[in-house]
Structures are given as structure tokens and as C-alpha cells.
């Protein structure tokens, strides 16, 4: 029973199309993250939200909405896609353990997104 | 803020020796501390963590790592590397930037090569 999971595993697309990216944790977690890893393998946060409410967005361009309909699920849809936004994105979940603390994260299989 | 700097980006071992692969962190307070492992073309799993426990943490597949605050030091070892080590580390620090709201900052990664 896998804990994250992300679809697609693998996205290929065209320049200036919009795309989205799905993510389902079963872990009852009430924080969600979304990293982006990209072509050195570097690992950076570009969003963070606990209990569907967005909490951290790290500079990450307009162009990248996530959406959190529930506690268990978070997407992220980006529009009119650039080269740059070549990479492998990583959704994961924690849970929030108060002041703060957190669990440690669980990571999805990741989604290889190459733009054209 | 929180970083982590993994000391050595290569390592590489032999098959049945010890492997080292160095972390120092820098954190205003007491840190959360983790190992993930990377596999080539696959997710992020978490190898151990550090949480104001034991200052000697165990993990899976016989790693460990000690946290040493005088030294700002995360080190993981294992005593005999096996082929199936063979993939990508990375150390990473947990930073909570505000009330309920959490990063993981990663290290560059370190890769670990296992010679026969």
C-alpha cells in the first residue's frame, strides 16, 4: 500500500502548455510538501501546507499553483511551461508534532517532467 | 536558517568496507537530523533520524549516524558496504520557518560508488 503517491510518473509536453500533478498520502499526515530536484539532483522546498492551508511558497513562480482539496491530497498545476521547468518534482507529507516539530517526511516516487 | 554541507559530493568503496559519508550542519537551535537515500530513478527513502534522542542513531540496512553538537557533525557509516548501497545520500535538516510551517533543507547529495 504505497503511502505517497504522485501521477504521472512521467510527463513529456510541449513549450507553453499547462499540466498538473497529482499527489494522494494515506498516512494521515496534515502536512504537505512539494520539492523540486533538478538536473545537478539538487533537492529544494517550493511549497508547504499544513491542514489544506498554504504555509510556505518559496519563491516559486506565479506560473505554479498548488491546490489542496484535502488534508490527504495535493496537486500542482503549472501553466505555460518553460524549458527551466525541466525536472523531477517530489510531492511528501509529515505530520505536525507541535511546537515545532514534525515527523519525519515520506516521499512519493516522484514525477519526471520534461518540456520540449 | 538551517543548512546542512555534505562534505564530499564522490565516494568511493569496495565492497565489505567501511563507508563514511560526511555531514556538518548549522542550526540556531536543536536540530532534526535525517539520512535519505536516493536510488537511481527512484523516490527519496529515509535511511535514519536524529531528534534530541540518542546522540548514536540506527537506521536500515545496518547505517548509522552520530550526532556530535560540539562538532556541528552528521556522519553516516556502515561497516561493510554492499553492492545495493550504491545510489545517492543526502543529508538534510529539518527547518521550521514559522508556526506550523516546515522545510527540509538537503545537502548537495554525496554519491556513493561500491566497487567489487
Known amino acids: 500500500d504505497t503511502a505517497v503517491s504522485q501521477t504521472p510518473k512521467y510527463l513529456v509536453t510541449q513549450m507553453g502548455n499547462d499540466k498538473s500533478i497529482k499527489c494522494e498520502q494515506n498516512?494521515?499526515?496534515?502536512?504537505m510538501y512539494w520539492y523540486k530536484q533538478d538536473s545537478k539532483k539538487f533537492l529544494k522546498i517550493m511549497f508547504s501546507y499544513n491542514n489544506k492551508e498554504l504555509i510556505i511558497n518559496e519563491t516559486v513562480p506565479n506560473r505554479f499553483s498548488p491546490k489542496s482539496p484535502d488534508k490527504a491530497h495535493l496537486n500542482l498545476h503549472i501553466n505555460s511551461l518553460e524549458l527551466g521547468d525541466s525536472a523531477v518534482y517530489f510531492c511528501?507529507?509529515?505530520?505536525?508534532?507541535?511546537?515545532?516539530?514534525?515527523?519525519?517526511?515520506?516521499f512519493g516516487q516522484g514525477t519526471r517532467l520534461t518540456v520540449v | 536558517a538551517q543548512s546542512v554541507t555534505q562534505l564530499d559530493s564522490h565516494v568511493s568503496v569496495s565492497e565489505g568496507t567501511p563507508v563514511l559519508l560526511r555531514c556538518n550542519y548549522s542550526s540556531s537551535y536543536s536540530p532534526s537530523l535525517f539520512w535519505y537515500v536516493q536510488h537511481p530513478n527512484k523516490g527519496l527513502q529515509l535511511l535514519l533520524k536524529?531528534?534530541?534522542?540518542?546522540?548514536l542513531v540506527k537506521g536500515i540496512n545496518g547505517f548509522e549516524a552520530e550526532f556530535k553538537k560540539s562538532e556541528t557533525s552528521f556522519h553516516l557509516t556502515k561497516p561493510s558496504a554492499h553492492m545495493s548501497d550504491a545510489a545517492e545520500y543526502f543529508c538534510?535538516?529539518?527547518?521550521?520557518?514559522?508556526?506550523?510551517?516546515?522545510?527540509?533543507?538537503f545537502g548537495a547529495g554525496t554519491i556513493l560508488r561500491v566497487k567489487s
Open positions: 511528501a507529507s509529515s505530520q505536525f508534532l507541535g511546537e515545532r516539530s514534525w515527523t519525519e517526511a515520506f
Open positions: 536524529y531528534t534530541s534522542a540518542a546522540t
Open positions: 498516512l494521515g499526515h496534515d502536512t
Open positions: 538534510v535538516v529539518s527547518d521550521p520557518v514559522r508556526e506550523y510551517g516546515n522545510k527540509l533543507v
